[in-house]
């Protein structure tokens, strides 16, 4: 499966952005899809996921409360939601899909969009 995600941009901070994520080639419903992010000079961290079918989510904890991720399986999209953006949430935010019921893990995951940058300014 190939993912492309858009939607990042420049936002001041206590600003929102949404970003999407468009999945091609096999069945977008067979898998779990998660939102990681990687700051300059920062590993890779998880952000969100939500199942297949779009009734399990989870959140990294620093993200609760104003991040919502959420799928539209007939479009073959992901979102994620982004309200009360703080400089800290800064980062190229990525995509990706597992074959698995969904992970915290980036090793767990089979597939990668090629990220958005996010920037929020003080």
């Known amino acids: 499966v190939q993912l492309q995600a858009s939607g990042g941009g420049l936002v001041q901070s206590g600003g929102s952005l949404r970003l999407s994520c468009i999945a091609s080639?096999?069945?977008?419903?067979?898998?779990?899809m998660g939102w990681f992010r990687q700051a300059p000079g920062k590993e890779r961290e998880f952000v969100a996921v939500?199942?297949?079918?779009?009734?399990?989510?989870y959140y990294k904890d620093s993200v609760k409360g104003r991040f919502t991720i959420s799928r539209d399986n007939a479009k073959n999209t992901v979102y994620l939601q982004m309200n009360s953006l703080k400089p800290e949430d800064s980062a190229v935010y990525y995509c990706?899909?597992?074959?698995?019921?969904?992970?915290?893990?980036?090793?767990?995951?089979?597939?990668w969009g090629q990220g958005t940058l996010v920037t929020v300014s003080s």
């Open positions: 939500i199942s297949w079918s779009g009734g399990g989510t």
């Open positions: 080639g096999r069945a977008f419903r067979n898998y779990a």
């Open positions: 990706a899909a597992d074959e698995g019921p969904g992970a915290t893990m980036a090793d767990d995951y089979d597939y």
